[in-house]
Nanobody
Framework: QVRLVESGGGLVQAGGSLRLSCAASGGTFSSYVLGWFRQAPGKEREFVAAISWNGITTYYADSVKGRFTISRDNAKNTVYLQSNTLKPEDTAVYYC??????????????????WGQGTQVTVSS
């Protein structure tokens, strides 16, 4: 069983930055595609970013491209989301997720089997 725990959320002014972290335990971390998703109040969950199991390939939603960077440290079993130039519309609960081992990188939440509990990001204008 894979357990994911997010941290690093908080309140930040527009234009500011946050680095979200997601620590994993259980399973073989280096074999998972890892993704970040977010859900704002009253809206559906949406894809933010993903990184392949070997860290070579990354994939971003158009809304965050150029502002957010996903990375992973397999030695620390941790995935990060560096979020820069934050906007009020980035306000949401951010979730990290992991696929079963050695899957292709994907933006589809249905392909991720393991989810964290989420961390709140609030961007004030």
């Amino acid at each position: 069983q894979v357990r994911l725990v997010e941290s690093g959320g908080g309140l930040v002014q527009a234009g500011g930055s946050l680095r979200l972290s997601c620590a994993a335990s259980g399973g073989t971390f280096s074999s998972y595609v890892l993704g970040w998703f977010r859900q704002a109040p009253g809206k559906e969950r949406e894809f933010v970013a993903a990184i392949s199991w070997n860290g070579i390939t990354t994939y971003y939603a158009d809304s965050v491209k150029g502002r957010f960077t996903i990375s992973r440290d397999n030695a620390k079993n941790t995935v990060y989301l560096q979020s820069n130039t934050l906007k009020p519309e980035d306000t949401a609960v951010y979730y990290c997720a992991a696929t079963p081992p050695y899957r292709p990188i994907t933006s589809s939440g249905g392909h991720y089997d393991y989810w964290g509990q989420g961390t709140q990001v609030t961007v004030s204008s």
